[in-house]
């Protein structure tokens, strides 16, 4: 599910859901940190949005095993 995968790269790159807000915001994202917990656990996000978090984090890489 997407909403692992995000969480575990957060955990990979110790980034909390605060931080992860900065960092979204930092690439022109606008969102809070509480709509960012509402959406990652109900795991209702597009595929976008999605990467748009990969980036934020600096993810280069996705691993889906």
Sequence with gaps: KAKSLL???MARHG???GQLV???AAI???DN???LRN???RGKFTAGFFLQCLS???SS???LD
Excluded: I, M, P
């Design 7 to 9: 969480r575990a790269e």
């Design 15 to 17: 980034a909390t859901y």
């Design 22 to 24: 900065e960092r979204l």
């Design 28 to 30: 022109g994202v606008d």
């Design 33 to 35: 940190e509480r709509n």
């Design 39 to 41: 959406k990652v656990s």
């Design 56 to 58: 934020a984090l600096g």
């Design 61 to 63: 890489q996705l691993h």
